[in-house]
Nanobody, 121 residues
């Protein structure tokens, strides 16, 4: 069975960095669209960054210039490099993946359980 497992979260001070990882366990076809989401309790889930099968990326405005999404298909791992972290980045971060390209995705087939990121001021 295919599972996504996030890691790399933690507690850091403002201005610090973290790199989140999302590893696929199990066997499947290569993914198309992959995305990092984040959610704060009581708030709507927010899409943070996407990476498509062709390597193209997109970011929500609040993280542009600070976060970088990447993948290593050989190791079935998705990354989110987060630099210059701010308290408002505090959230549970989730990875999601689908076989469709990002243009076609309406809901993701696979979700991780999340990793907590806490940024103190």
């Amino acid at each position: 069975q295919v599972q996504l497992v996030e890691s790399g979260g933690g507690s850091v001070q403002a201005g610090g960095s973290l790199r989140l990882s999302c590893v696929k366990f199990g066997y499947s076809y290569d993914f198309g669209c992959m995305e990092w989401f984040r959610q704060v309790p009581g708030k709507q889930r927010e899409g943070v960054a996407t990476i498509d099968s062709d390597g193209s990326t997109s970011y929500t405005n609040s993280v542009k210039g600070r976060f970088t999404i990447s993948k290593d298909s050989a190791s079935d791992t998705l990354y989110l490099q987060m630099d210059n972290l701010k308290p408002e980045d505090t959230a549970m971060y989730y990875c999601a993946a689908d076989y469709l390209t990002c243009r076609r995705v309406r809901s993701y087939t696979y979700w991780g359980q999340g990793t907590q990121v806490t940024v103190s001021s």
